[in-house]
Every structure is written in structure tokens, then in C-alpha cells.
């Protein structure tokens, strides 16, 4: 084999390249802005006299848009292309964040449920745009890197926020974002797309009419999103009640989770981006290995007493943090026909977003009608679960692992 050839296949298997640093770096921009306003709003809005229900209004309608709008934008982006798409969705973030500069809670709100829209198209391009930029090789590791860049923002955004809140005007913070939004727009714009996309957005259509993809009633996308809901029911409780938890068992021992978790996770998802499976076979194992570690936090959570267990706790969430999504992404970036890949991708991140909206809301019932105890008990029910039909539903249809 000569040099030539070798350097070839290095390129084949390596998630790097103008287009995917392009993206990673739009997106580290676009979830800045946004964790920053996930602090920011609340503080604002509690400033302007809004209630503790007020506020969870305009939060709360950022992702419940954006989750039932998932599908339709992915199924918009099939048809038209994802160029003029993404442009747009840039162009209309830009005069959002240029809008808050509006202090009024109804404007907040309308501005929040305008972000849901752009979320759901924003997030659905740059997903399908790391699909295109790499080989297939490759694809694994460049949504994983994909998926650590749109979480990056979560551990310096909330901080500086926090940090520059006490010191400067909220409205210097907002006017701050505008750039922030011009920078993202810029290096969207320069975002070369595939040739193919230029010539094809009628023919993708067309195919669409004489197949049109069943979404959920396709068992190939069935099985990969309803264990990432299962999953995300459980992450998302742990994340919103672990604090009061261990606040009313005076356990000081929140800070400590997080941190280890979040430093587990950056890791994994860089250094463990090589073992996602890039062949288009479900990856049963990894699936239920992961899985399984999500049941065990939640059982040590639940029981624990120490900084030890804790500890252990957040290397096992932070494990299955970092690679479930990417892993069940990249296969349903195969199983997913080509010209239908927007609609059922939309279907899985959608999946995912209501696995931790309604699966941390009935599981916050749980807690307010017996105790935090017997809630954690439900997500170690909801895992197990997870586990149990990963396992049946990988046998029945003889999905080798």
C-alpha cells in the first residue's frame, strides 16, 4: 500500500475537514447564545415582576416547539434543501436576539416560541450537514464531536451569565448576544453545501411522493427512538431534581455530581467518539450496556450516602451520556432512506426532546403525590424497562449486536 493510499483512508475514518469544523464551530455559537438565555431570561423576566409560572411559560415554550415542529422541519428541509433553509433560520435568530433588547414578558414569550421554530430547523440542518460533510467511516465520530460542541456551551454559558449579571446592565448581556448571532450567520453563509443538493431538492420531493416515509411506523427508527425517550425521561428527572433531592436529605453532594458527570462526558465524547458503530447494524450491545449504566446511577442515586457513591453515580450517567445519542444517531443516519433522512432524523431528536419534557414532568407527579425516593424508583422502573425491550426486540428480529 503506498502513502498515497494510506493517507486516503486516514482522511476516511478522521471527523475533521474545513465544512465539520465549520459546523462544530456553529454550533458552539448558536448553543452559546442559547444557554446564555436559559439563565439570562429567568433573571430578566423575575426583574420585570413575572411570576414563578410566568417564567416557566416563556421557558417552557422554547422546547415544546421546537419538539412537535421536529418532524415538520425535517420533512420542510427533505424538500427544499437545507441552504436556504439554514440562511434563513440564521437571518431570523439574529433579529430575535436583536428583539430582546424588548424588556416586556410578552415579547419574551413570543421571542421564545419564535426560537422553537429556528431551534427545530437550525438543529435539524446541522445534523444533516455533518452527515454530508463526512465519509461514512466517519460519521460516527463527527456526531458525537457534533453533539460535544452543541454541549459545550453548558459549561461556560450558565457561569459567565451568572458572573456578568452582577456586574453589568442585563441589557448589555443581551446586546452582547448580537454579535454573537452576526458571527454565526457569517460562518453559515460560508458553508459550502453538497453539489448534489443544488441540482435536487425536486427530485428529493419527488421521491418523497411516490415513497413517502412512514416516520415512527418504521421499525428500523421505532426501536433506536423509543430507548432514547426511555432514556431521556430518566436523564432529564436526575438533571432537574437531583439537587432538591439531595437538598432534602442534606447531602451536599450535587456540585460534586455534576462536575465529575460533565467532565466524563466532554472525555468520552472526544476520545470515545472511535467506538460508535458506522456499519448501519444496531448497536444492541453498546445500546444496552449504556443503557444499564442509566439504571445504575439512578440506583445509586436513589440509595447512596456518600461522596464515593455519588461519584460512581456520575461516571456511570456521564458514560451513557456521552455516547447513547450519538451511537443511536449514526444508525438511524443509515436505516433512514436518503431522501427522507430530515423527516426521520426529526423523528428521533423529537423522540429524545419528549422523553425529557414529559417523562420529567409525569415523574415530578410521582414525586409530589409519594416522595423523591419512590420517583428515582420509577426511573430505575423506566431503565429497566428500556433494558428489557433492547434485549426482546434485538433477539425477535435477530438485530446481531
Same mark, same amino acid.
Given at each position: 500500500?503506498?502513502?498515497?493510499?494510506?493517507?486516503?483512508?486516514?482522511s476516511?475514518?478522521?471527523?475533521?475537514?474545513?465544512?465539520?469544523?465549520q459546523?462544530?464551530?456553529?454550533?458552539?455559537?448558536?448553543?452559546?447564545?442559547s444557554?446564555? =438565555?436559559?439563565?439570562?431570561?429567568?433573571?430578566?423576566?423575575?426583574?420585570?415582576?413575572?411570576?414563578?409560572?410566568?417564567?416557566?411559560?416563556?421557558?417552557?415554550?422554547?422546547?415544546?416547539?421546537?419538539?412537535?415542529?421536529?418532524?415538520?422541519?425535517?420533512?420542510?428541509?427533505?424538500?427544499?434543501?437545507?441552504?436556504?433553509?439554514?440562511?434563513?433560520?440564521?437571518?431570523?435568530?439574529?433579529?430575535?436576539?436583536?428583539?430582546?433588547?424588548?424588556?416586556?414578558?410578552?415579547v419574551?414569550?413570543?421571542?421564545?416560541?419564535?426560537?422553537?421554530?429556528?431551534?427545530?430547523?437550525?438543529?435539524?440542518?446541522?445534523?444533516?450537514?455533518?452527515?454530508?460533510?463526512?465519509?461514512?467511516?466517519?460519521?460516527?465520530?463527527?456526531?458525537?464531536?457534533?453533539?460535544?460542541?452543541?454541549?459545550?456551551?453548558?459549561?461556560?454559558?450558565?457561569?459567565?451569565?451568572?458572573?456578568?449579571?452582577?456586574?453589568?446592565?442585563?441589557?448589555?448581556?443581551?446586546?452582547?448576544?448580537?454579535?454573537?448571532?452576526?458571527?454565526?450567520?457569517?460562518?453559515?453563509? %460560508? &458553508?459550502?453545501?453538497?453539489?448534489?443538493?443544488?441540482?435536487?431538492?425536486?427530485?428529493?420531493?419527488?421521491?418523497?411522493?411516490?415513497?413517502?416515509?412512514?416516520?415512527w411506523?418504521?421499525?428500523?427508527?421505532l426501536l433506536?427512538?423509543?430507548?432514547m425517550?426511555l432514556?431521556?425521561?430518566?436523564?432529564?428527572?436526575?438533571?432537574?431534581?437531583?439537587?432538591?433531592?439531595?437538598?432534602?436529605?442534606?447531602?451536599?453532594?450535587?456540585?460534586?455530581?455534576?462536575?465529575t458527570?460533565?467532565?466524563?462526558?466532554i472525555?468520552?465524547?472526544?476520545?470515545?467518539r472511535?467506538?460508535?458503530?458506522?456499519?448501519?447494524?444496531?448497536?444492541?450491545?453498546?445500546?444496552?450496556?449504556?443503557?444499564?449504566?442509566?439504571?445504575?446511577?439512578?440506583a445509586?442515586?436513589?440509595?447512596?450516602?456518600?461522596?464515593?457513591?455519588?461519584?460512581?453515580?456520575?461516571?456511570?450517567?456521564?458514560?451513557a451520556?456521552?455516547?447513547?445519542?450519538?451511537?443511536?444517531?449514526?444508525?438511524?443516519?443509515?436505516?433512514?432512506?436518503?431522501?427522507?433522512?430530515?423527516?426521520?432524523?426529526?423523528w428521533? &431528536?423529537?423522540?429524545?426532546?419528549?422523553?425529557?419534557?414529559?417523562g420529567?414532568?409525569?415523574?415530578?407527579?410521582?414525586? %409530589?403525590a409519594?416522595?423523591?425516593?419512590?420517583m428515582?424508583?420509577?426511573?430505575?422502573?423506566?431503565?429497566?424497562?428500556? =433494558?428489557?425491550?433492547?434485549?426482546?426486540?434485538?433477539? %425477535?428480529?435477530?438485530?446481531?449486536?
Amino acid at each position: 500500500m503506498n502513502v498515497m493510499q494510506q493517507r486516503v483512508m486516514a482522511s476516511q475514518t478522521r471527523p475533521f475537514g474545513l465544512k465539520a469544523i465549520q459546523i462544530y464551530l456553529v454550533s458552539i455559537l448558536f448553543y452559546t447564545t442559547s444557554h446564555t =438565555l436559559l439563565i439570562l431570561l429567568p433573571l430578566n423576566s423575575h426583574a420585570l415582576g413575572a411570576s414563578p409560572a410566568q417564567i416557566g411559560l416563556i421557558m417552557g415554550a422554547y422546547m415544546f416547539t421546537s419538539m412537535f415542529l421536529r418532524p415538520i422541519a425535517g420533512n420542510i428541509v427533505d424538500k427544499f434543501g437545507t441552504k436556504r433553509i439554514f440562511v434563513a433560520a440564521l437571518i431570523m435568530n439574529v433579529a430575535v436576539l436583536s428583539m430582546y433588547l424588548i424588556a416586556q414578558l410578552w415579547v419574551f414569550a413570543v421571542l421564545r416560541v419564535v426560537q422553537g421554530v429556528i431551534l427545530s430547523f437550525v438543529s435539524m440542518v446541522l445534523h444533516l450537514m455533518i452527515i454530508e460533510a463526512l465519509p461514512e467511516k466517519a460519521r460516527g465520530q463527527g456526531l458525537s464531536l457534533f453533539s460535544l460542541s452543541s454541549m459545550l456551551p453548558y459549561t461556560y454559558g450558565p457561569f459567565l451569565t451568572l458572573f456578568f449579571a452582577d456586574r453589568v446592565p442585563m441589557a448589555y448581556i443581551f446586546t452582547a448576544l448580537i454579535p454573537i448571532g452576526l458571527m454565526t450567520l457569517f460562518i453559515g453563509l %460560508n &458553508i459550502r453545501m453538497p453539489q448534489h443538493e443544488k441540482q435536487g431538492a425536486q427530485q428529493a420531493a419527488a421521491a418523497q411522493r411516490s415513497a413517502p416515509y412512514r416516520g415512527w411506523r418504521d421499525r428500523e427508527l421505532l426501536l433506536p427512538s423509543v430507548t432514547m425517550l426511555l432514556a431521556s425521561a430518566v436523564i432529564g428527572t436526575v438533571a432537574a431534581f437531583l439537587p432538591l433531592y439531595l437538598a432534602n436529605r442534606d447531602l451536599p453532594y450535587a456540585g460534586l455530581y455534576f462536575l465529575t458527570e460533565t467532565l466524563v462526558l466532554i472525555t468520552l465524547r472526544f476520545f470515545g467518539r472511535k467506538f460508535i458503530r458506522t456499519d448501519g447494524r444496531f448497536p444492541a450491545y453498546m445500546a444496552a450496556v449504556l443503557v444499564s449504566l442509566i439504571t445504575i446511577a439512578s440506583a445509586l442515586i436513589r440509595h447512596a450516602d456518600s461522596p464515593a457513591g455519588f461519584v460512581f453515580a456520575a461516571v456511570c450517567s456521564g458514560i451513557a451520556l456521552s455516547m447513547l445519542y450519538p451511537a443511536l444517531l449514526t444508525y438511524v443516519s443509515f436505516v433512514v432512506p436518503e431522501q427522507s433522512r430530515g423527516k426521520g432524523i426529526g423523528w428521533f &431528536i423529537a423522540a429524545a426532546d419528549l422523553g425529557t419534557s414529559a417523562g420529567t414532568w409525569g415523574l415530578s407527579l410521582v414525586a %409530589n403525590a409519594y416522595s423523591y425516593e419512590t420517583m428515582f424508583s420509577g426511573c430505575i422502573a423506566i431503565g429497566a424497562s428500556a =433494558l428489557l425491550m433492547i434485549l426482546l426486540f434485538s433477539r %425477535n428480529r435477530e438485530v446481531r449486536g
